[in-house]
Structures are given as C-alpha cells and as structure tokens.
C-alpha cells in the first residue's frame, strides 16, 4: 500500500508537465486545420469504399460467367488508373498551367506535408472513379488486358487534361474553363462526364455484346445474375457520395451541411425521378432502373452541391432519374450496348447536372452568361474525352484486338481469360480453360 502512494505521487509530479506540454502543441496546431485534415482522410475511405459498390453493382449486372472478370476489372483499374495519374496525371491536372490548356510540373509528386499528402491523395480516389465507370460499360466482351491499358490512359492523360482545365492552375494562370468561369464543384463533368464519354468511345469501337440486337433492330435482355448485388451496391456508392462530395467542403466547413443534405436529396430524387419515368413510359418497376436512377441523382447534385438551393438540388435529380432510363433507350436505338447503364448514370446526368448549375445558381438563377460557361464546358468534355478515347481504343484495337472471340464469349470471360470462375458450384460441365 504504500508503495502504492508513493507512486500515486511521483506520477502528480510527472503528469502535469507531460500534460502541459500536450496542450502547448494542441494549441500551436490549428484545431480547424486538423479538423479539415481528419475530415479529408475520412472521405477519401469513403470514396475509396464506392469502388466496392462500383464492383458489387457491375458485377450484379452481369451475368456469373463473367463475374470475375469484371470485378477484378474494378480492382486493377484503381491499382493500375492511379499509378498513372500519380505518375503522369496529377501533374497535368494541377501542375504549373501557364497556357491554360495542361500543368507542367509536380510530376511524380512525393509530398511530406499532411496537407499536401491529403489533396493527392483525394485525388487519387477522383482519377480512380473516372477510370472505373468504364468497366462495367464494356463488360462481357472486353479483353482484360487492352482493358486495364486504356483505363490506364485514361487516368494518365484524358481525364486530367480535362481536370486542368476546369480545376487547374492558380492566380493569374487559371485552366482556361475555370478562367471562363465553369464551375463543377465536385466532377459531375470533369469525373463523371469524362468518365461516362470515355465509356462510349470504348462502346463504339468495341460493339455490343452477342444476342444483344436482332437484324431487325430489337433489343434482347441480358439479365444480370445477382440483383440483390446491384442493390447493395447501390447503397454504398449512396453512403460513399458523401465523402465524395463532402471533400470538397470549405476550409471553414461553413457549407458542409448544405453539401450534404443536397446529395442525399440527390439520391432520393433520383429514385423518384426512375420510378416516375416508369410509371408514364408503363415500363414496369425495373429494380435496375430504379438503383440506376438513384445514382443518376446523386451525379445530377455533384456540381452543384454547394450552390443549388435544396430544392432544386432534388429537381435536378428527379430530372437526372428520369434521364438515366430515358437516356438508356436512345442508346439502344443506335446499338450502343451499355451492359450496367454508364453512359446514361455518368456521362448524360454528368452534363445534365453541370447544366442544371448554370441554371439554378442559388441567387443567381438563369444567369445566360454563367449558362453559356457551362454550356462550353459540357461540350469540351464530350468532345475532348470522346474523342480521345475513340482514337486510343482504336489505336489499341489496331495493335491488340480489344474484343475477345466469340467463343471465348459464349463460355464466359472468367474461364476464358481468367481460369477461374465465381461460382464453382453451379459448374455442371468442366471446361478446360485452354481449349
């Protein structure tokens, strides 16, 4: 007992300098700051976690014989996308932009501030999303290896080419759509649109799958194999927009709150949006439609979910559900085969949503020369990401061929380029992976 007290002592002695020494660096470092900081590295998990949504909704829409295959399509592409934009992209994204049009420096960046580590970092999870929505757009016919190369290109020089000119530069040497004065608070266009356009280059060179369009023009349903994936996944890329909007709160998080009630009203109304859609068109209640449209809200709200009033962030999205499904018959007019809807979630509710700023500024509705900014933005970014990828996957397709055989379809991509299924038990007759 009494060694007890003495040591009861010694430690009163010891614990207040330790303690006061404590609360000197608490005070040096700015509690705001470090608030920020943790804030940031928690979003990035979050968007980090929408790439696990991303593969449970892709991987839901296909059908078993090729669930490997586009889930290990989501995992490379965000090993092998950032690679390329921490190499090549982050510097032409936000490196020195005298002429307006790319960065020159911070190439291979290696930052030691928290800071600075933080906004590559954050980053990062943009470029991979990008890279990403490209996946399940061309699944079940897209050789993996041609794949993961233009994702590649993607993340290294369409998407941040485009970034610097929306995102880049500071002072007087601004991208020259920021100089314009286009404004896309967390990538409806420069992620998702970019995202979206790149997808429909791949689509076009690669053609639609097998089965797909009859000779005389009519659409064959593909069902995807696990619906109750899709609708998990859903639910996190919901969860997950939060970081992905909520990063780019102001230093003072005076927005913060604003930011994110108008993503989940983006959400909601992007729900309401499919299911009214469905209800005019008699379509039927499509749970894939009506997920579908859930995401289309939450990309209608991205460029505006700072500066739209909330009732107009949830306009905007139900406008954004009825487009994912509306949008998605127009491309099955022309053939185009989007096997999860991309192009529509991304790319048409991407370029809807940075109008839809333009036109609901909160206190500045209407504005025409504000409209016209992001009216040039949305065009830049079809042109310039369409475009692009159209030459690089032709390019690709002219050195490596991008479409796998027929029979390798037919069997199914994961036994094919992977050998290895997902679902071994339903295997009823085993094929050799080399035949």
Known sequence: MRNIIILASV???????LTSAQELDVQAADPLQVLSYIWIAICCAMILIMQAGFLLVEGGMVRSKNAVNVILKNFTDVGLGTVGYW???FGLMFGANESGWFGTSSFFPAYETTGESLNLLYQMMFAATAATIMSGAVAERFSFLPYIIGAFLVTSVIYPVFGSWAWG???DNLGWLRDL??????GATVVHSVGGWCALGALIIIGPRTGRFSRKGDVHKISGHSLPFVALGGFILWFGWFGFNGGSVNSDF???GKILLNTHLGAIGGICGALAWLVITKRGFYMTMIVNGCLGGLVSVTAGADALAPGMAFFAALIGGALVVSSAEVLNRFRIDDAVG??????FCGAWGTLAIGLF???DMFNVERIMAQVIGIVAALVWALGASLIVFAGLNKVMKLRVSTKMEQRGLDISEHKEVGYSDFVITHIKADQ
Request: avoid cysteine; hydrophobic fraction near 40%.
């Open 361 to 363: 500024y909160q206190g």
């Open 181 to 186: 004065g286009f404004v896309d608070f967390a």
């Open 87 to 89: 190499v090549f992209g």
């Open 169 to 171: 530069g500071s002072g």
């Open 11 to 17: 430690l009163s002695l010891t614990l207040p300098s």
């Open 342 to 347: 991309a192009v529509s979630v991304h790319g």
């Open 254 to 256: 005076s927005n913060l």
